[in-house]
């Protein structure tokens, strides 16, 4: 099964600190855990019509959720993947630019 650029980017991850990287062109995304960097950047190419210079992925581990003091669950766990634009290049779709 191929994979679009919209099964690839599922979304911005909107913080504070996400969006004060976006004024130095980096910008994060939440992404499917068995993606990988090249898959990302072309994604984002496509999507936003950009040229991507850098691509560093992080997973996220899942949170222990209790209830009265039992650990009932836990969050799911993410992949995060933060991209850096070339120079003179901005995303205007997200926000901050």
Same mark, same amino acid.
């Given at each position: ?22 004024? !130095? ?10 993606? !990988? ?11 936003? %019509? ?18 009265? %003091? ?24 997200? %926000?901050?630019?």
């Amino acid at each position: 099964m191929r994979k679009g650029p919209h099964d690839v980017i599922l979304g911005p991850v909107v913080t504070e600190k996400s969006t004060d990287l976006q004024r !130095n062109r980096t910008y994060v995304f939440r992404v499917p855990v068995d993606a !990988n960097k090249i898959e990302i950047r072309l994604a984002t190419e496509a999507l936003f %019509g950009v040229q991507v210079q850098k691509v560093r992925t992080l997973r996220v581990r899942p949170k222990w959720r209790t209830s009265r %003091g039992k650990r009932v669950g836990a969050t799911p766990r993410w992949k995060k993947a933060i991209v850096r634009l070339k120079e003179g290049q901005t995303i205007d779709k997200l %926000g901050v630019g």
